[in-house]
């Protein structure tokens, strides 16, 4: 990756060949690799270099925008040209809004250099150990081990830098028999502190514990959501519901309601950038602070997020959650936290007299966003839970229930929380375990 001096020269340069236009030009520089393995076996190694400008350029009330991956002279002098030609025939935007003057930032530190320079054979002796472990247990393991960092600058010509580098890691992990499978993952921008062996672990106990699976019938069941799962509910809410646009066009489920109680008064949501265990980027691609924003307290709703085009329309202060623009789908919170509680998983499994234990959630999709209603399967470790014990595997369902239903009906939540991922990426949440009421199952699946 770029250094900050190397980013910066090149943003410089295209604002040079700008001359006569206000100009915002965003450079990044990254490189990634990855391991993958799979039926015990490493099936693949590739590792990328990336680097690419963008550039964006305002005047008389139209706006151009080209972007390169050639960052020599002739490339970033021929991606300006193709700005202009953009801008020369739009048409004339009258809520164009003007670049951002000069900001303060505060400092985060998210950068390790043992995970920006992390070798191949590293990653394979990562793969190692739960390999070994799958195979005293006669369990076939697949997952993937990956390892990079990036360096971001954003300039414009009214005097604005903004510098971000990062890096980042992640284990994730499946352990597999004929008819069961379990999971685990982790990641965090130092690659130390991922423990490979509990990972591992992990996934292999719930694969063993999950062999012989049962059946049960569609209906309402009492749920515990390890964390991956619950962050899926939370993925989609700031998606649809905390959505700046979404809210000011009264297509959010929230619009309206700012004030109201609108989920269970033990629920607490915030987007914070700021937190330890989300440690995100302090300014938007705009070059705004990235403000910390609580969105739910205590069941009550206070606000989305909001760049500077939607807080116009909804009345409101922006809260620098501006993706690069032009941006047609709106400002999305991108470092979701939920509050934990005062229980623990051990905790809600031994208070469940009859329930069910869910490992990951898989496939998930919308099927109502005003309702924020949504299906998906069960993945990775279903359990039955019979007088406060895990008691055996049970074959995987399709769930159909709203997000709000859900967070209305949250029993327990862990002291502990988690950082995770989630299936169709968007930036992960920190999450607690939660333990549902009344969670619809609606259809068995095939496994």
């Known amino acids: ?81 193709t700005a202009i030609a953009a ?54 393991g697949a997952g993937i081990f990956s390892s990079g960092g990036g360096s971001f600058g954003l300039a414009n010509s009214k005097g604005l830098w903004a510098f971000k580098r990062s890096t980042s890691a992640k284990f994730s992990v499946s352990a597999m028999s004929s008819d069961s499978s379990g999971w685990a993952e982790e990641a965090d921008h130092d690659i130390d502190v991922i423990g490979i062996d509990k990972l591992a672990g992990i996934a292999a106990k719930k694969a063993l514990d999950g062999r012989n699976p049962g059946e049960i019938e569609p209906g309402a069941y009492t749920v ?85 085009m939607t807080a116009k329309l909804a009345g409101v202060e922006q809260t620098g959650h501006s993706f690069p623009q032009p941006d047609s789908y709106g400002p999305c919170p991108m470092n979701l936290i939920m509050s934990p509680g005062d229980s623990s998983i051990e905790e809600m499994i031994a208070s469940t007299e009859k329930g069910l234990l869910v490992t990951n959630l898989h496939y998930v999709n919308i099927l109502n966003p005003m309702t924020l209603t949504l299906t998906g399967m069960t993945r990775d470790g279903l359990f039955m839970i019979e007088n406060g014990k895990v008691t055996k595997g049970l074959k995987n369902m399709r769930f159909t229930e709203s997000v ?40 068995k699946t095939e496994n």
């Open 224 to 308: 515990i959501f390890e964390p991956s799962a619950a962050a899926e509910f939370l993925l989609f809410l700031g998606w649809e519901s905390f959505n700046g646009l979404a809210f000011a066009e009264e297509r959010s489920c929230f619009s309206g309601k700012t004030g109201e109680k609108v989920i269970g008064e033990n629920i607490t949501i915030e987007d914070n950038t700021y937190h330890p265990l989300s440690k995100g980027v302090p300014f938007d691609f705009e070059g705004f602070p990235r403000q910390k924003v609580m969105l739910i307290e205590n069941g009550i709703f206070k606000s989305a997020v909001h760049n500077r």
């Open 87 to 140: 801008l020369k025939v739009a048409e004339i935007d009258p809520d164009l809004l003007p670049l951002a003057k000069p900001q303060q930032y505060d400092k985060i530190e998210n950068f390790t250099p043992a995970t920006a320079d992390t070798t191949p054979d590293a990653r394979v002796d990562g793969v190692k150990k739960a390999v070994d472990l799958f195979k005293r247990e006669n369990l076939n």
């Open 1 to 81: 990756m770029q250094t900050e001096i190397e980013l910066k020269t090149l943003a410089e340069k295209a604002l040079s060949f700008a001359s006569g236009y206000d100009a915002e030009v965003m450079v990044d520089s990254g490189d990634s690799a990855l391991t993958r393995f799979s039926e015990n076996i490493i099936t693949q190694n590739v590792s990328s270099h990336g680097e690419d400008l963008s550039i964006r350029l305002l005047k008389d009330g139209r706006m151009g925008k080209a972007s390169t991956g050639y960052l020599s002279d002739e490339g970033i002098r021929r991606c300006v040209d």
């Open 404 to 443: 709000l239903h859900v967070f209305s009906n949250v029993e327990a939540l862990s002291k502990e929380l988690f950082k995770t991922g989630t299936f169709w990426g968007g930036g992960g949440s920190v999450a607690p375990v939660i333990k549902v009421n009344d969670f619809h199952l609606t259809s």
